[in-house]
T-cell receptor
Framework: ELKVEQNPLFLSMQEGKNYTIYCNYSTTSDRLYWYRQDPGKSLESLFVLLSNGAVKQEGRLMASLDTKARLSTLHITAAVHDLSATYFCAVENNAGNMLTFGGGTRLMVKP | NAGVTQTPKFQVLKTGQSMTLQCAQDMNHNSMYWYRQDPGMGLRLIYYSASEGTTDKGEVPNGYNVSRLNKREFSLRLESAAPSQTSVYFC????????????FGPGTRLTVT
């Protein structure tokens, strides 16, 4: 059974600081997705990582995937308040027909 | 182009009542999905439909049924609602049965008392 763990579950950080969110998963997979969810809203796709060593960047966010370590990271550079949200990683199973989500990291960026 | 739409947005049911959650997409996607999200947790897959005419169970299918009415529409039915089904329900769609670029609807907040 595929299990996905994110840490930290909650992150309070100051504007301008850097931090990394970690996503570990339990079985082999080559595909991992990052989503953002604002309170009371739906999920928005951030990154799709499709192979070992994949790195994607958008603004202050950068995601990477190490399939050998079964680890993805979401790095935040010089955080701003607008990045406050809950971030989820989701891992695709080997059959390619199901995503298993992590529990989410609630990020709060304070001025 | 509305993307993925869901109705209703909110619903309160009493234990034992039934209801159907509706989902429609206008992106000509082949695959559609139903998830539930409990407080403080990630999404869990209830059912999915890889293409019109097919449906398969996900991680948490018990207590639910689905119908892929046509390519656009995928409904989720609770036959006899239970308090454990209080959750936010999200519908999603993707171009193929590959999970690449899954688009999510706005969600239905369901409370069962």
């Amino acid at each position: 059974e595929l299990k996905v763990e994110q840490n930290p579950l909650f992150l309070s950080m100051q504007e301008g600081k850097n931090y990394t969110i970690y996503c570990n998963y339990s079985t082999t997979s080559d595909r991992l997705y990052w989503y953002r969810q604002d309170p009371g809203k739906s999920l928005e796709s951030l990154f799709v990582l499709l192979s070992n060593g994949a790195v994607k960047q958008e603004g202050r966010l950068m995601a990477s995937l190490d399939t050998k370590a079964r680890l993805s990271t979401l790095h935040i550079t010089a955080a701003v308040h607008d990045l406050s949200a809950t971030y989820f990683c989701a891992v695709e199973n080997n059959a390619g027909n199901m995503l298993t989500f992590g529990g989410g990291t609630r990020l709060m960026v304070k001025p | 182009n509305a993307g993925v739409t869901q109705t209703p947005k909110f619903q309160v049911l009493k234990t034992g009542q039934s209801m159907t959650l509706q989902c429609a997409q206008d992106m000509n996607h082949n695959s559609m999905y139903w998830y539930r999200q409990d407080p403080g947790m990630g999404l869990r897959l209830i059912y999915y439909s890889a293409s019109e005419g097919t449906t398969d169970k996900g991680e948490v299918p018990n207590g639910y049924n689905v119908s892929r009415l046509n390519k656009r529409e995928f409904s989720l039915r609770l036959e006899s609602a239970a308090p454990s089904q209080t959750s936010v329900y999200f519908c999603a769609s993707s171009v193929t049965d590959s999970l690449y670029e899954q688009y999510f609807g706005p969600g239905t907040r369901l409370t069962v008392t």
